[in-house]
């Protein structure tokens, strides 16, 4: 079989959003990400970095929060929210992060390449339209997602958000778009407090937002079953053109922000039964765009077994069916998901 065409967007210009010492969101995490790129720069196709201009930026945010970062750029440093810091030149490091991002996945849906990956930073998921908030400055594939739509001809399109938090940002985009199925792995009650499974979206949209909370303390089990079980049933009902996700490694055993266990392994599991959903369901149209992750060993054990699913030759061997009896919490989450969306997804909860 030909080589698979994997892109790698890596640019030392994302280390210059830089915060108070001691913040999680630092360089140092695209430091192990990149360590990690390097380890398979050979198997990797550079994709170079650019900044999103206004009319990129207007799909998703509103004009007001244009003006407010470049405020923000003339008083920095300074605070947007009480986590969000930006430094003096964050409005150029925000701008080349979503730039990125909507060209990642324009090449992926042009099929120039199999899969790929933008480390990027700062993260997106948690921006909202007219607001900077939970280390966000601008929402990174939402972006990319109103891209493929305006310039692509892509109709359909599922985000997986499998970072550790809900992407609020991201739902708010689309719950009211049918067209733009949104799914969350999260930590639930956690920050940034949405993403209750009986958020299904709203109007045209209801139906098109499948949230997955889960109590802290999961691990590989939970989330692997999850995948099995509600991503793939909800994806062949959903037959999305592209595949967009959201990965964030803060689900990691190691993370200090949060408090699952997902392990490297876990992920890379993940990470094959995304990929096969993509080959099978999306003609393999898949990107992946960093969010969160704050251990610096999770990042590195995750991004590599991310690249390791993206890379394979042929589709990865997926993880066997995991048990999701009542009562346990993967039977319950299931039970949860189920309840919200009743009837909606045939073979919701059941494992193929
Ligand atoms: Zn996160």
């Known amino acids: 079989m030909a080589p698979r065409s994997v892109g790698a967007v890596a640019d030392p210009r994302y280390l210059d959003h830089e915060g108070p010492d001691g913040h999680p969101e630092r360089p140092d995490r695209l430091r192990a990400v990149g360590e990690v790129l390097d380890a398979h720069a050979d198997r990797l196709t550079p994709v170079a970095a650019r900044e999103a201009d ?7 945010h509103s004009q007001e929060h244009l003006s407010v970062l470049s405020l923000a750029r003339e008083q920095a440093p300074v605070r947007l929210d009480a986590d969000t810091y930006f430094a003096p030149r964050s409005e ?36 909202e339209a007219g607001r900077a908030m939970g280390f966000c400055l601008l929402n990174n594939v939402a972006l990319a997602a109103q891209a493929l739509r305006a310039t692509e001809g892509v109709e359909r399109i599922l985000i997986l958000d499998w970072d550790v938090h809900h992407g609020n940002g991201t739902q708010h985009s ?28 709203t109007g045209a949209g209801e139906g098109a937002t499948v949230n997955l909370p889960l109590p802290a303390g999961c691990g590989d089990r939970e ?24 990965a964030g490694y803060d689900a990691h055993a190691d993370d200090p922000l949060a408090a699952m266990q997902v392990s490297g392994e876990g992920f890379g599991q993940m990470a094959a039964i995304v990929r096969a959903l993509a080959d099978d369901e999306a003609g393999g149209r898949l990107a992946f765009i960093l969010e969160g992750g704050y251990s610096l060993d999770g990042l590195r054990e995750g991004v590599s077994a991310t690249l390791d699913a ?35 997804f045939p073979g919701l909860g059941a494992a193929d």
């Open 54 to 60: 206004d009319e990129e930026i207007l799909r998703v």
């Open 223 to 246: 989330y692997v079953g999850l995948f099995q079980r509600v991503l793939v049933p909800v994806t062949r009902a959903f037959r999305p053109d592209v595949i967009l996700v959201s």
């Open 174 to 201: 689309f719950e009211d778009d049918r067209d733009v199925l949104y799914v969350s792995t999260h930590q639930f009650p956690y920050y940034p407090g949405t993403g209750d499974a009986g958020e299904t979206g």
């Open 92 to 127: 150029s490091v925000a701008r080349l992060a979503a730039g990125a991002a909507i060209d990642l996945a324009r090449a992926v849906a042009r099929r120039e390449l199999d899969t790929g990956i933008a480390a990027v930073r700062p993260p997106g998921h948690h921006a």
């Open 310 to 344: 993206a890379l394979a030759p042929e589709a990865p061997a997926l993880p066997p069916a995991v048990d999701a009896e009542e009562g346990t919490l993967l039977g319950q989450a299931i039970a949860q998901v189920a309840a919200a969306h009743a009837g909606r």
